[in-house]
């Protein structure tokens, strides 16, 4: 099946600094990428839908300032925590569309656990 | 609002068990519904349905869907230490296209 990468998969950084996570396909094309967010035992939280050569669209209650999505080509979404505080410590976890596939499939990548201290 | 739910919230059985995990939605436009399992990283995909009526299955695994009561189930037969994990429902559809609605996950612990 097709493979999602991100990278960090771990991330420590301190109150006020920006951290970026990116999101890349590897074998295949994603003219769009979601981003979600997950707290511990809890279900994942769709942040934004990231839209190649587009600005993302960002779901209610997320801070489009705050939580910065570029998807500068088809094979690569960031998203940058700005001014990262201890409550936006999480698990985020991008996903990607291969245009090829059903509607709905999406593929996961590994995740990136952030903590902020 | 669409709304994807899940029950039950956590199950604890024993190895050679058979479970049912549940998912019920109120979704616009419902196109799909996708099951997956997440372990410690990220959700890997199990199935996807879209028609009424038809099981799918993958070795010990099976699901189907009723599109008329907006519900579909899961069932783990023979269970294993390996199937713990929490088991996530997602519909696709709704006004945004695109999106996947995610239920709340089940969580499920296999003992030995």
């Known amino acids: 099946g097709a493979v999602v990468s991100q990278h960090p998969s771990w991330v420590i950084c301190k109150s006020g600094t920006s951290v970026k996570i990116e999101c890349r396909s590897l074998d295949f094309q994603a003219t769009t990428m979601f981003w979600y967010r997950q707290f511990p035992k809890q279900s994942l939280m769709l942040m934004a839908t990231?839209?190649?050569?587009?600005?993302?669209?960002?779901e209610q209650g997320v801070e489009k300032d705050k939580f910065l999505i570029n998807h500068a080509s088809l094979t690569l979404s960031t998203l940058t925590v700005t001014s990262a505080h201890p409550e936006d410590s999480s698990f985020y976890i991008c996903?990607?569309?291969?245009?090829?596939?059903?509607?709905?499939?999406?593929?996961f990548g590994p995740g990136t656990r952030l903590t902020v201290t | 609002e669409d709304k994807v739910v899940q029950s039950p919230l956590s199950l604890v059985v024993h190895e050679g068990d058979t479970v049912t995990l549940n998912c019920s939605y109120e979704?616009?436009?419902?196109?799909?519904l996708l099951w997956y399992k997440q372990e410690k990283k990220a959700p890997t995909f199990l199935f996807m349905l879209?028609?009424?009526?038809i099981e799918k299955k993958s070795g010990r695994l099976s699901s189907i869907l009723d599109k008329k009561e907006l519900f579909s189930i899961l069932n783990i037969t023979a269970t294993q230490t390996g199937d713990s994990a929490i088991y996530l429902c997602a519909v696709g559809g709704g006004n945004a296209g695109n999106m996947l609605t995610f239920g709340g996950g089940t969580r499920l612990m296999v003992k030995p």
């Open positions: 996903s990607a569309k291969d245009p090829g596939q059903a509607l709905e499939e999406q593929y």
């Open positions: 990231s839209n190649e050569g587009s600005k993302a669209t960002y």
């Open positions: 979704v616009t436009n419902f196109r799909s």
């Open positions: 879209t028609s009424s009526g």
